[in-house]
């Protein structure tokens, strides 16, 4: 499923399915916010690189880039705990309850096991998606401590520049693996009351209430 982000323009896989049940609504809309950030501390960068006369590019690139890690420290923590607190243990409770279906559904049980079987693959990969996703973040976060230590360099702005690209990859791929393999099947499967519950719950986690 491949689009343009409505926010950067650019082409993804994410940010195209349309719903607004939530809260995979604000998931979603988050997954593009946070692409859009990432997108534009990489223009800003690169614009640095094109001028290396003008210092004042580089200093403007170093603070765009300062201001996406400490985003990032707080809103991509606060996304991810949503993801993993809230909508994983709803989606494994899911699979884990087709059993039962099984048996009520003897015709059909090998499409139900195959959707119980791909949806406890998708939540594997997911888990250690979001491993992929803070190591990266940390790469980008390393970069511009660098940056503070050593001096501004074309060197330490392209040390800056692929680990926003690497960041910038994991995140699309995470992203668009999440929405097709989790939200899809979660919009089929999941009942309006568990995603009033779900709403509540995410509620919960951006306010800070334990």
Do not use: C
């Amino acid at each position: 499923m491949r689009g343009k982000s409505r926010q950067t323009g650019v082409m993804t896989s994410f940010g195209n399915l349309e719903t607004r049940v939530e809260p995979l609504a604000t998931l979603m809309r988050e997954h593009v916010e946070i692409h859009g950030l990432v997108t534009g501390a990489k223009e800003k960068v690169v614009a640095a690189l094109e001028a290396p006369g003008d210092p004042g590019l580089a200093v403007g690139a170093l603070g765009v880039v300062r201001d996406l890690d400490a985003y990032m420290a707080e809103n991509l923590v606060i996304h991810i705990a949503k993801e993993e607190d809230v909508l994983f243990p709803a989606m494994r409770g899911l699979a884990a309850a087709l059993d039962q279906v099984v048996d009520e559904m003897v015709e059909q049980h090998d499409e139900v096991r195959d959707r119980q079987a791909t949806l406890a693959r998708a939540l594997g990969t997911m888990a250690g998606g979001h491993d992929e996703v803070h190591a990266a973040r940390s790469e980008v976060a390393s970069a511009v401590i660098r940056v503070a230590t050593g001096g501004m360099t074309s060197e330490k702005l392209e040390e800056i520049l692929d680990a926003l690209k690497r960041l910038d990859w994991i995140l699309q791929g995470h992203f668009g693996d999440e929405e097709d393999d989790l939200f899809v099947p979660a919009l089929e499967l999941l009942s309006t009351e568990t995603f009033a519950e779900m709403a509540r719950q995410a509620a919960r986690i951006e306010g800070g209430i334990a």
